[in-house]
Nanobody, 117 residues
Framework: QVQLVESGGGLVQAGGSLRLSCAAS????????MGWYRQAPGKQRELVAT???????NYADSVKGRFTISRDNAKNAVYLQMNSLKPEDTAVYYC???????????WGKGTLVTVSS
């Protein structure tokens, strides 16, 4: 079992920045990919960015050039630096981690990011 706890959400004006953090605990040695997803009101959850244990990254087109995902394997943590935020980035952001053996997907409870215009 893996537990994920997000932090760092909040209210920011358009053009501002926020940094999200996600701390993993439990069977963290079995984790490979970790990442961030988001869900805006009335919309489906969507991929924001992922990063493998080796550091390979993948981003949604909508955040490329503005968001940066990073990972600290020693601290079992993943981060999302969000710059040049737009109102359409407003959503609940969820941390995700995948077990490399069972491919089971774990989720945090989410942190709300609100970008005002």
């Amino acid at each position: 079992q893996v537990q994920l706890v997000e932090s760092g959400g909040g209210l920011v004006q358009a053009g501002g920045s926020l940094r999200l953090s996600c701390a993993a605990s439990g069977s963290v040695f079995r984790l490979n990919a970790m990442g961030w997803y988001r869900q805006a009101p009335g919309k489906q959850r969507e991929l924001v960015a992922t990063i493998t244990r080796g550091g390979s990254t993948n981003y949604a087109d909508s955040v490329k050039g503005r968001f940066t995902i990073s990972r600290d394997n020693a601290k079992n943590a993943v981060y999302l630096q969000m710059n040049s935020l737009k109102p359409e980035d407003t959503a609940v952001y969820y941390c995700n981690a995948v077990d490399r053996v069972t491919y089971m997907s774990y989720w945090g409870k989410g942190t709300l990011v609100t970008v005002s215009s």
